[in-house]
């Protein structure tokens, strides 16, 4: 069974610019979520889907972010336009279950030059 | 606001060794999960607690969900090299309407 699957892996732009990002969970997770990992620091929230449906997006700053996830699979993120500080690993993850934990998948490390 | 304080940030050990790293919040939780991350890597589970008291294996890996269900601690036994890692506590608030929360982490290195 594969993963949840992120691309890209890394990327490099300059500021001001956009910038998107791409997960694929697991099949029948209903459950999709965004997370953003700065250096040194655990995962924090951004957004959480229940299908097609953003059930949690309190974290999510929505002067520059925005996410979606059509068909209640696939989900995209959007940063525009992008500040230095949003540097940092993007990371999705699903679930079928809260209680039984996240699968996260590999990440997008997001450098903003 | 609702925080996981793990400790400690960091580990130096040598191999063989037993870890061990705790967790702990002035919030009541319901579950609690232990990750491990590896470099370049998204974070994986290793272990989920449910219930007060609860103690769980997974091989050389045992946590514990605390009896107040304010903290947990996980032990690594006998340590290998490939423990190396970021080891991630977190949870699920009591009133934290399905949210999950994550610690800082505890980074441990296992010396040659």
């Known amino acids: 069974e594969a993963g949840v699957v992120q691309s890209p892996r890394y990327k490099i732009i300059e500021k001001k610019q956009p910038v998107a990002f791409w997960c694929n969970p697991i099949?029948?997770?209903?459950?999709l979520y965004w997370y953003r990992q700065n250096l040194g620091q655990g995962p924090e929230l951004l957004i959480r889907?229940?299908?097609?449906?953003?059930?949690?997006d309190s974290q999510l700053p929505k002067d520059r972010f925005s996410a979606e996830r059509l068909k209640g699979v696939d989900s995209t993120l959007k940063i525009q336009p992008a500040e230095l500080g949003d540097s940092a690993v993007y990371l999705c993850?699903?679930?079928?279950?809260?209680?039984?934990?996240?699968?996260f998948g590999s990440g997008t490390r997001l450098t903003v030059v | 606001g609702q925080q996981l304080n793990q400790s400690p940030q960091s580990m130096f050990i040598q191999e063989g060794e037993d870890v061990s790293m705790n967790c702990t919040s002035s919030?009541?939780?319901?579950?609690w999960l232990w990750y491990k991350q590896d470099p370049g890597e998204g974070p994986v589970l290793l272990i989920a607690?449910?219930?007060?008291?609860e103690l769980t294996s997974n091989g050389r890996l045992t946590a514990q969900f605390g009896i107040t269900r304010k903290d947990s601690f996980l032990n690594i036994s006998a340590s290998i090299p490939s423990d190396v890692g970021i080891y991630f506590c977190a949870g699920q608030p009591l009133f934290g309407n399905d949210k999950i929360i994550f610690g800082k982490g505890t980074r441990l290195h296992i010396l040659p």
């Open positions: 993850a699903s679930s079928l279950d809260l209680r039984a934990g996240y699968t």
């Open positions: 607690l449910y219930k007060a008291g």
């Open positions: 889907y229940e299908n097609e449906e953003a059930v949690d």
């Open positions: 099949s029948g997770h209903n459950t």
């Open positions: 919030s009541i939780f319901n579950t």
